[in-house]
Nanobody, 112 residues
């Protein structure tokens, strides 16, 4: 069992930046990903990183978001720049794929 704890969400103005972090319990390294879900919408993949640090991004995130991993701390980060109001959502960290482990989520609100 892996516990995931997200942090770093909050209120930011359009065009601003936030850095989300996800701390995983234990020492096992998993493929990790960030998802987001807005009210009335399905949860969608934002970015993912493999165990050998290959990254993939949703089209909307390319060029503005960066996913990274700190293996020494078993943490994953999501740097989000140039944020848009429509990206307000609860952001979730997952480990081991969609059928793996999930965190409780952190709220990101992009608003002036």
């Amino acid at each position: 069992q892996v516990q995931l704890v997200e942090s770093g969400g909050g209120l930011v103005q359009p065009g601003g930046s936030l850095r989300l972090s996800c701390a995983a319990s234990g020492s096992s390294i998993y493929a990790m990903a960030w998802y987001r879900q807005s009210p009335g919408k399905q949860r969608e993949l934002v970015a993912a990183i493999t165990t050998d640090d290959k990254t993939t991004y949703a089209d909307a995130a390319k060029g503005r978001f960066t996913i990274s991993r700190d293996k020494s701390k078993n943490m994953v980060h999501l740097q989000m720049d140039s944020l848009r109001p429509e990206e307000s959502a609860v952001y979730y960290c997952s480990a081991g794929g969609p059928r793996g482990f999930w965190g409780q989520g952190t709220q990101v609100t992009v608003s002036s």
